[in-house]
């Protein structure tokens, strides 16, 4: 068994390319092979840079088809030390209107690689999680490892059962498994859905910018390439059975993301549209990162508005990369959602 065999599955997306991207340079000797069914939010160009890498390969592969896996791994003729799970269906909006692929990808997926595991003797499964497992807070306190899971949406429902599939696995089977779990990423290559590029996109563009509620709902942002180190340094260091939160120690209303948005692209505060509020809109997420800070040596790096900057830069620099993603799928979507709070 090569040491560092990596089974990345959703390396297509915005996590799980810059995870790639960080394997890659912290062990350039390291064999991948990504699984990704490239859904509307799945993009090969997230990975272009590294189309010749000799030890990355890819499989188009639906994660909660079992013989689909299994082929994958049979052709990549190498057996795997970990196998990190970045597949998700991800955007919160949608699962709200049409919650049945997060149950297949997030928690059916989920399933198929741990049976998947479960096979191969001395494999550590990492699954990337996320703060909102924990459901909403008010005003002070933030979230650790051991709060209960209250998740509010199907998105988030949808991974909190994955973690407790990740946890019964370790239990019951004996599984080296570790989970990880960050507050809201940003940076380049995120799909345009998502906060801060959706907003980013309509501020350059002169269009409507909208708020859901009155703009108090609080997130701490973390830098993806800071939340990629922390799952890496999970996935080698982390113990089995473990579980870590990776925050940004930056909390800001989402009014203030926003405005800071606009400030550094046209100063067009008038763009913005306070919009009937997401259902069951968590209020606030914090997290309490100090177990990795222990444990793992991790802590955020990025400054929060330098981070901000350079993502704005990124995408007004890179309209070749999102314009052509929004398509078909992306503007139904959108009008089916956005439509329906005008
Ligand atoms: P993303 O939506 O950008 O990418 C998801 C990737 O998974 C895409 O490449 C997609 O093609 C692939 N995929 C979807 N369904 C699949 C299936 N059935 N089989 C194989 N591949 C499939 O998501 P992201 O923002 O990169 O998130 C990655 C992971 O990190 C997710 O598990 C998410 O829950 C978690 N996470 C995200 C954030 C965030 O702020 N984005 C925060 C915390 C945790
Ligand atoms: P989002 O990027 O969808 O991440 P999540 O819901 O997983 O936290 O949204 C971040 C915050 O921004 C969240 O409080 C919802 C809010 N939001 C808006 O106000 N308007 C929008 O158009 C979007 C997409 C999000």
């Not at 859905?193 to 509620?213: D, F, N, R, W």
């Not at 914090?286 to 955020?300: M, N, V």
Request: with cysteine.
């Amino acid at each position: 068994m090569s040491e560092m065999s990596v089974v990345v599955a959703g390396g297509c997306g915005f996590i799980g390319s810059h995870f790639i991207r960080l394997l890659l340079s912290a062990c350039p000797d390291a064999r991948i092979l990504n699984l990704d069914l490239l859904t509307y939010a799945g993009n090969p160009a997230n990975l272009a840079d590294l189309a010749t890498a000799p030890g990355l390969a890819f499989s188009r592969c639906d994660i909660a088809d079992p013989d689909a896996v299994r082929s994958a791994l049979t052709a990549w003729n190498v057996t795997p030390r970990y196998v990190v799970n970045l597949a998700a269906e991800t955007h919160v909006d949608r699962s709200v209107l049409e919650p049945e692929s997060f149950l297949r990808t997030n928690v059916l997926g989920t399933y198929t690689l741990l049976e998947l595991c479960r096979g191969i003797p001395g494999v550590r499964f990492v699954q990337v999680s996320t703060d909102e497992v924990y459901g909403s807070l008010g005003g002070a306190g933030c979230f650790n490892e051991d709060s209960p899971l209250l998740p509010s949406s199907p998105y988030s429902a949808s991974k909190a059962s994955s973690d407790m599939l990740v946890r019964a696995w370790h239990k019951t089977y004996g599984l080296d498994a570790v989970i990880t779990r960050s507050s809201n990423n940003y940076g380049p290559n995120q799909f345009p859905e998502k906060l801060i590029p959706l907003m980013i996109l309509h501020a350059s563009s002169g269009q409507e910018l909208p708020v859901y509620g009155d703009g108090s709902n609080v997130r701490d942002w973390i830098h993806v390439v800071d939340h990629c180190v922390g799952i890496l340094a999970a996935m080698r260091q982390g113990r089995a059975g473990g579980i870590y939160n990776f925050g940004g120690d930056s909390e800001r209303t989402n009014l203030q993301v926003v405005n800071s948005i606009v400030d550094r692209i046209c100063g067009h505060r008038d763009l913005i549209r306070f919009v009937p509020d997401r259902p069951a809109h968590d209020w606030r997420y914090a997290l309490d990162s100090s177990r990795a800070r222990s444990e793992l040596g991790w802590r955020p790096e990025v400054r929060f508005e330098q981070g901000l900057s350079e993502t704005i830069d990124w995408y007004l620099a890179n309209d070749a990369w999102w314009r052509p993603i929004l398509t078909g799928e992306y503007l139904r979507f959108r009008e089916q959602w956005y439509g329906a709070r005008r």
